[in-house]
């Protein structure tokens, strides 16, 4: 994936670490991310069977058809730096930080990356980050944390470590959570990466789910955590771009390629300018358009940001 | 590696193994599995590979195989005889 801020991240499934039969599913499940669960989804007496599972799977899993983060023990516990250790070699596109609460955390899963890196001789900044957003400091960093390191791609907003942090119920309509998931976004897009929105447990109530799916859209999220398969065709159907946009999203990629060719960055449509940013987000309707089988298009970086 | 103590590692859900260590002078390798009948020398050759590459000669394994795939067997193996050293 050569651009992780551009890549298609709208479906985010969590698989236990633990369980083989769940983790050879991997390849089939159709999510464009998954977390894979070192955290919460394994007993604290399974800890080390789990990360040795999960780094050989990893390692196993050739020909990779998405995104592969792994959800750690923060770092503050005992095992959170063994994980790390453990999967890296195995090579996933990056890490899932729990419980993120202060860009200085953040900052020292940038420094142990940084030298797992050297170790196993890759390029600095091949492992991307995404922190838990999941207590009330978390919000209340957010903005620093979603610009501490170039290695944050997203920021995931968790509702139900927040809740409890909140000591409040969390609720379907999630009305107790607006102000929290509104600052988490706000960070994100003032950093310019993605916002992340939290898991819905209740895998049951899919009409409740779908309608979180179609709020935190309208709000501006671009993604969302899962907890079961059976919700990310929903997640699929509702983030889908509107013919419409697809219409207009074309129109300025074809403008952009006339402006290049008159050597210019910037370019007017239908009255409006077009650039850099517009162009970026007409790139992502189209790859998602695509990616669904909406649209036939072939989109290479150099048309996004012009040849070198 | 040297098996110090009995350990185990593993559950019994599909596709999972579960596997037995304890110390003994020579190598024996017992496998209980669903699909014995096809797959037995696959199996006792991947663990006889793990086991070499974890330098492990000596012990007796029992393996409960429930349909693991390679990559499980591997980490299960790794688990119960690191856990036979910490215990």
């Known amino acids: 994936m050569s651009d992780p801020t551009l890549s298609l991240r709208r479906s985010l499934l969590y698989v236990p670490g633990n369980m083989p039969s769940m983790l050879q599913n991997i390849p089939v499940f159709n999510c464009d991310t998954v977390f894979i669960d070192l955290e919460d989804a394994v007993p604290l007496n399974e800890k080390d069977a789990a990360r040795s599972l999960v780094s050989k799977f990893v390692a196993s899993y050739k020909n990779r058809n998405k995104e592969v983060f792994i959800r750690i023990n923060a770092l503050d516990t005992e095992w959170g730096y063994d994980d790390l250790l453990s999967v890296l070699p195995s090579l996933p596109d990056g890490i899932r930080l729990p419980k993120a609460d202060t860009p200085e955390i953040v900052e020292r899963l940038d420094t142990m990356l940084t030298e797992m890196e050297e170790t196993l ?10 922190p838990s957003i999941e207590s009330a400091m978390g919000v209340i960093n957010s903005i620093k944390i979603a610009r ?3 290695r944050v791609i997203a920021l995931a907003f968790g509702a139900e ?20 998931r509104t600052r988490v976004l706000w960070a994100a897009k003032a ?9 819905f447990a209740d895998v049951g109530d899919m009409d409740s789910f779908r309608t979180e799916v179609e709020l935190v859209k309208r709000l501006g999220f671009t993604g969302k955590s899962l907890v079961n398969p059976r919700q990310v065709d929903v997640v699929h159907e509702v983030f889908a771009p509107k013919p419409e946009e697809i219409e207009y999203a074309k129109q300025v990629i074809e403008a952009i390629i006339r402006a290049r060719e008159m050597g210019t960055g910037v370019i007017a449509l239908n009255g409006k300018m077009i650039d850099a940013p517009v162009v970026k987000r007409a790139a992502r309707v189209i790859k998602t358009a695509v990616s669904q089988g909406l649209l036939d298009y072939e989109l290479d970086d150099e048309v996004i940001y012009g040849a070198k | 590696m040297e098996i110090q103590s009995k350990a185990r590692a593993g559950t019994m859900q599909s596709s999972d193994v579960v596997v037995f260590v304890e110390p003994a002078d ?7 599995s669903t699909v014995l009948k096809q797959f037995e020398h696959l199996i006792r050759q991947r663990i006889e590979q793990q086991l070499a590459t974890l330098e ?6 029992r393996v409960s195989d429930r349909g693991a795939l390679d990559y499980a067997i591997d980490a299960r193996i790794e688990t119960a005889v690191r856990r036979s050293m910490e215990g």
């Open chain 2, 56 to 61: 492990v000669t000596r012990g007796l394994i």
């Open chain 1, 191 to 199: 950093a310019g990466i993605q916002a992340v929105d939290t898991i």
């Open chain 1, 121 to 130: 001789g890759l390029e600095i900044g091949t492992f991307k980050i995404i």
């Open chain 1, 148 to 150: 501490c390191s170039s």
């Open chain 1, 161 to 180: 470590d927040f809740t409890a942090d909140m000591e409040i119920e969390r609720t379907k309509k999630g009305a107790e959570l607006f102000s929290a």
């Open chain 2, 26 to 32: 020579q190598l024996t390798i017992e496998i209980e």
